[in-house]
T-cell receptor, first 112, second 119 residues
Framework: GESVGLHLPTLSVQEGDNSIINCAYS??????FIWYKQESGKGPQFIIDIRSNMDKRQGQRVTVLLNKTVKHLSLQIAATQPGDSAVYFCAEDLTSYGKLTFGQGTILTVHP | NAGVTQTPKFRILKIGQSMTLQCAQDMNHNYMYWYRQDPGMGLKLIYYSVGAGITDKGEVPNGYNVSRSTTEDFPLRLELAAPSQTSVYFC??????????????????FGAGSRLTVL
């Protein structure tokens, strides 16, 4: 079946740097994408989402870019802080009812 | 509001035992979901419900059952536990799903998870 995958399983950055986490998807019919942050021992927390009719969306210190031509999604975190250390998942919603397909996840480690 | 509450947080089962993972939400969300997360992996959908009395299978339903008698509660039942069911289980809820072309409409709120070990 279709799946969502991540290019890099781990990413280490220094505090203050910008971080970029990538995600590839395989279904060109994908309509809606979400980034979640999961801290150790907690459930996933919504960060930002984007629909297929958009190329870019910005939130507070985060930006999601969608390149439909190459089926690529990225999450950019500006001025990364130690509190940003977590596992980041992209998720894809092909259907209705929130039946999300999650990628494997990228571990982001921010060093002070 | 407490959001999504899951109990228990941790449980160890012997092979063949049964148990129920409880999930409750106080946000008046129509939609509820159960996901499982294996080590180093993303979440996989087990079952979901779009309202009281309505449930449907997700990607990995085998070995589980659900019921939805109220809007607030969505328990997950494990019958005849197997080692392959060792995982972290997450319940989530969301407002009625929207297919509109705007963002932020279909955000799932997750519980803190229930870690289950089957020995």
């Amino acid at each position: 079946g279709e799946s969502v995958g991540l290019h890099l399983p781990t990413l280490s950055v220094q505090e203050g740097d910008n971080s970029i986490i990538n995600c590839a998807y395989s279904n060109s019919a994908s309509d809606y994408f979400i980034w979640y942050k999961q801290e150790s021992g907690k459930g996933p927390q919504f960060i930002i989402d984007i629909r297929s009719n958009m190329d870019k969306r910005q939130g507070q210190r985060v930006t999601v870019l969608l390149n439909k031509t190459v089926k690529h999604l990225s999450l950019q975190i500006a001025a990364t802080q130690p509190g940003d250390s977590a596992v980041y998942f992209c998720a894809e919603d092909l259907t209705s009812y929130g039946k999300l397909t999650f990628g494997q996840g990228t571990i982001l480690t921010v060093h002070p | 509001n407490a959001g999504v509450t899951q109990t228990p947080k941790f449980r160890i089962l012997k092979i063949g035992q049964s148990m129920t993972l409880q999930c409750a939400q106080d946000m008046n969300h129509n939609y509820m979901y159960w996901y499982r997360q294996d080590p180093g992996m993303g979440l996989k959908l087990i079952y979901y419900s779009v309202g009281a009395g309505i449930t449907d299978k997700g990607e990995v339903p085998n070995g589980y059952n659900v019921s939805r008698s109220t809007t607030e509660d969505f328990p997950l039942r494990l019958e005849l536990a197997a080692p392959s069911q060792t995982s972290v289980y997450f319940c989530a809820s969301s407002p009625p799903y929207s297919t509109g072309k705007y963002t932020g409409a279909n955000v799932l709120t997750f519980g803190a998870g229930s870690r289950l070990t089957v020995l």
